[in-house]
């Protein structure tokens, strides 16, 4: 299976802050990369898909970015509903494979 | 609009085997791809096993092959997570999501305890 490794596990950070999660694969995924954001006691819900789609509703504050084995999502301006915990998740092969997560927590 | 509704969750044994099943409407089953995505207390997200369309490609996390088997019925609008030899560490939130991979739509989760 791939391995995906995100980074940091866990940050702080104040409303407005430009925020950025990084992740990375074990192996070239091209741009087979997704982003989850998941609220605690909530099922995930799918923010970006193929490195920097955003799903329909999601605010465009939140942008991705990346290919091959390196990919970030980004949030430029955090705000109140943001602090979440993040996940990837590469869709390149069939047996997909989340990263470990990121909680963005409040400063 | 789209529901998924899992259930068959709870307490069952080390060694003990358990049926997931989860209950689809509001979209066309039978034409996605679903899975099975889990999630231990605390922990992150594991994808688990999905399967196709007509049930004839089935793919699954190299550590649960042999012990957890997907299936669906599209007559029923229902996928399924057969899970045996459970053991502590299968202790875990099991949520249904469709897609095999882009997951746009996921169930609540059913809790599976496994403990003696």
């Known amino acids: 299976d791939i391995q995906m490794t995100q980074s940091p596990p866990s940050l702080s950070a104040s409303v407005g802050d430009r925020v950025t999660i990084t992740c990375r694969a074990s192996?070239?995924?091209?741009?087979?990369l997704n982003w989850y954001q998941q609220k605690a006691g909530k099922a995930p819900n799918l923010l970006i898909s193929?490195?920097?789609n955003l799903q329909s509703g999601v605010p465009s504050r939140f942008s991705g970015s990346g290919s091959g084995t390196d990919f970030t999502l980004t949030i430029t301006s955090l705000q109140p509903e943001d602090f979440a915990t993040y996940y990837c998740?590469?869709?390149?092969?069939?047996?997909?494979?989340f990263g470990g997560g990121t909680k963005v927590e409040i400063k | 609009e789209v529901q998924l509704v899992e259930s068959g969750g709870g307490l069952v044994q080390p060694g003990g085997s358990l049926r997931l099943s989860c209950a689809a409407s509001?979209?066309?089953?039978?034409?996605?791809?679903m899975s099975w995505v889990r999630q231990a207390p605390g922990k992150g997200l594991e994808w688990v096993a999905n399967?196709?369309?007509?049930?004839?490609?089935?793919y699954y996390v190299d550590s649960l092959k042999g012990r957890f088997t997907i299936s669906r019925d599209n007559a029923k609008n229902s996928l399924y997570l057969q899970m045996n030899s459970l053991r502590a560490e299968d202790t875990a939130v099991y949520y249904c999501?469709?897609?095999?991979?882009?997951?746009?739509?996921w169930g609540q989760g059913t809790l599976v305890t496994v403990s003696s």
């Open positions: 998740q590469q869709t390149y092969v069939t047996t997909r494979t």
């Open positions: 192996q070239t995924i091209n741009t087979y």
């Open positions: 193929a490195t920097s």
């Open positions: 509001g979209f066309t089953f039978s034409t996605f791809w």
């Open positions: 399967i196709n369309q007509d049930g004839s490609e089935k």
């Open positions: 999501a469709r897609g095999g991979g882009n997951h746009d739509f």
